[in-house]
């Protein structure tokens, strides 16, 4: 299975490095000098980490064949993606994968159904589950604990506290 690890932003300096916004809770592994990144669209690569490093708080990584400004423009925007067993999960209970979540029916707390999962979106701010209602309307809820306490891989399910306005906002 495919899983997109991060996205190339815009060029960082005139020598071919690119801001890169991680979509992993290991960057330092998926981003180590040596690993090859697979990319969508695929034309664009492989692509070699050659270094990695922080700087502000931004991910600064330069990719072998990759010597200056022009070339690391030409990548932005590209996914860089891996491949990862389909039935492995993280060591972290409250963490999972995208392709985890998508499918799962989400119920409130109390049981009711809610919906389907159709998306998980990773804002600046936080993610953010895209809930396809029984009517086909989608609301988004922030994928936070206190708006989804609960994760059930094994139900296929997430709970949702159904505050006001969260599930049917034009209410």
């Keep these: 299975m495919e899983l997109s690890v991060g996205r190339i932003g815009r060029a960082h300096g005139i020598r071919g490095d690119v801001l890169v916004e991680p979509r992993t809770d290991d960057p330092g592994s998926r981003f180590a000098p040596g690993v090859v990144l697979r990319t969508d669209p695929a034309a664009t690569g492989p692509l070699t980490v050659e270094s990695a ?9 330069r990719f072998a064949g990759v010597d200056d400004r022009s070339a690391a423009e030409a990548l932005r925007g590209t996914l860089l993606v ?8 993280l060591d972290d209970p409250d963490e999972f994968y995208d392709h985890q979540l998508v499918g799962l029916a989400a119920v409130t707390v109390a049981g009711d159904p809610v919906g389907t999962v159709s998306d998980v979106l990773h804002l600046p701010a936080q993610d953010v589950l895209a809930i396809t209602r029984p009517d086909g309307r989608e609301v988004l809820v922030p994928f936070v604990s206190e708006l989804v306490p609960a994760v059930d891989l ?8 159904p505050i006001g306005g969260l599930l049917d906002p034009e209410d």
């Design 53 to 61: 490093r922080w700087q502000s708080g931004r991910l600064v990584v």
């Design 82 to 89: 891996v491949d990862i067993d389909e039935h492995e999960s």
């Design 154 to 161: 094994d139900a296929g399910q997430v709970q949702v506290e």
